[in-house]
């Protein structure tokens, strides 16, 4: 069983900048694949970002290529996302997520994942 736990949002205003990290614990938590994904009200959840376990290879949506960042450091079972340039659409709570199984290839949609953190709320201010 995995255990995810985000932490990080906030406030910001237009053009400023935010570091998500999520904490894993539980399982062989630094094999698995990762993923960031937000959702904004009345709206469905959408994928952000997502990295393999190795940390060698990243993935972005095209909303946030460029602006946000995505990294792991496995020693300390954290996954980062640094988000730059935030506009107010990118206003939504944000989730980590990992899949059923470790050692995947990153996925971008919501059912390849299996366990979710609670969610951090990030808020852009125009």
């Known amino acids: 069983q995995v255990h995810l736990a985000e932490s990080g949002g906030g406030l910001v205003q237009a053009g400023g900048s935010l570091t998500l990290s999520c904490l894993a614990s539980?399982?062989?938590?630094?094999?698995?694949?990762m993923g960031w994904f937000r959702q904004a009200p009345g709206q469905e959840r959408e994928f952000v970002a997502a990295?393999?376990?190795?940390?060698?290879?990243?993935y972005y949506s095209d909303s946030v290529k460029g602006r946000f960042t995505i990294s792991r450091d496995n020693a300390k079972n954290i996954v980062n996302l640094q988000m730059n340039g935030l506009k107010p659409e990118d206003t939504a709570v944000y989730f980590c997520?990992?899949?059923?199984?470790?050692?995947?290839?990153?996925?971008?949609?919501?059912?390849?994942?299996?366990?979710w953190g609670q969610g951090t709320q990030v808020t852009v201010a125009s």
């Open positions: 539980g399982g062989n938590v630094r094999n698995y694949a």
């Open positions: 990295i393999n376990w190795t940390g060698r290879n990243s």
């Open positions: 997520a990992a899949p059923p199984t470790p050692g995947l290839v990153p996925a971008n949609f919501v059912g390849e994942y299996r366990y």
